[in-house]
Antibody
Framework: EVQLVESGGGLVKPGASLKLSCVAS????????MSWVRQTPGKTMEWIGD????????NYAPSLKNRFTISRDNAKSTLYLQMSNVRSEDTATYYC???????WGQGTLVTVSS | DVVMTQTPVSLSVAIGQPASISCKSS???????????LNWLLQRPGQSPKRLIY???KLDSGIPDRFSGSGSETDFTLKISRVEADDLGVYYC?????????FGGGTKLELK
């Protein structure tokens, strides 16, 4: 059974950094592109970016490219999202998903507030 | 960015009745491969999104054939032939042809 388990969310202050993780199981992680998607409190869905199966290439939403970095550790079957200089508008539930959106994690909530 | 416009925003349907959701894109979703990367997702209350349909009309494993997807280029439709209680939630279309990937605003399916 495919499982994606995100962690690392919580309450953070504006301007801080945060790193989210997503541990994958039930499939060969190193064979798949992976993506991060976020959902705002108002339920708007936004694609953040994705990463090639070997970690050699990434794509980002232009509005987030300068502050967010996606990486992966295939030995640990883990996907990461490094968030820097966070803003109140980054408050959202963050999901990891397989590259073609077939499987989704349960999400981790990030709240940015002073 | 490709704008995905879903209608209606909400839909009230009785059990056993059909439902239809439209999704229109601001650009053609036909990719260089000739494939059209249009997905439909369902997010039930309190749950993560779940993909129902990919490549316009292909049903994911375990998805009942009450669901169907159709369309081409910029105009797509999700149909439910007979709504069941388990179908309630918010439906999103999602294009995977162009970067950045973009979602529709969602359609909330409620029981009448």
């Amino acid at each position: 059974e495919v499982q994606l388990v995100e962690s690392g969310g919580g309450l953070v202050k504006p301007g801080a950094s945060l790193k989210l993780s997503c541990v994958a199981s039930g499939f060969t992680f190193s064979d798949y592109w992976m993506s991060w998607v976020r959902q705002t409190p108002g339920k708007t869905m936004e694609w953040i970016g994705d990463i090639k199966y070997d970690g050699s290439y990434t794509n980002y939403a232009p509005s987030l490219k300068n502050r967010f970095t996606i990486s992966r550790d295939n030995a640990k079957s883990t996907l990461y999202l490094q968030m820097s200089n966070v803003r109140s508008e980054d408050t959202a539930t963050y999901y990891c998903t397989t590259g073609w959106f077939a499987y989704w994690g349960q999400g981790t909530l990030v709240t940015v507030s002073s | 960015d490709v704008v995905m416009t879903q209608t209606p925003v909400s839909l009230s349907v009785a059990i056993g009745q059909p439902a239809s959701i439209s999704c229109k894109s601001s650009q053609s979703l036909v990719g260089t491969s000739g494939k059209t990367y249009l997905n439909w997702l369902l997010q039930r209350p309190g749950q993560s999104p779940k993909r129902l349909i990919y490549l316009v009309s292909k049903l994911d494993s375990g998805i009942p054939d009450r669901f169907s997807g159709s369309g081409s280029e910029t105009d797509f439709t999700l149909k439910i032939s007979r709504v069941e209680a388990d179908d309630l939630g918010v439906y999103y279309c999602l294009q995977g042809t162009h970067f950045p990937r973009t979602f529709g605003g969602g359609t909330k399916l409620e029981l009448k």
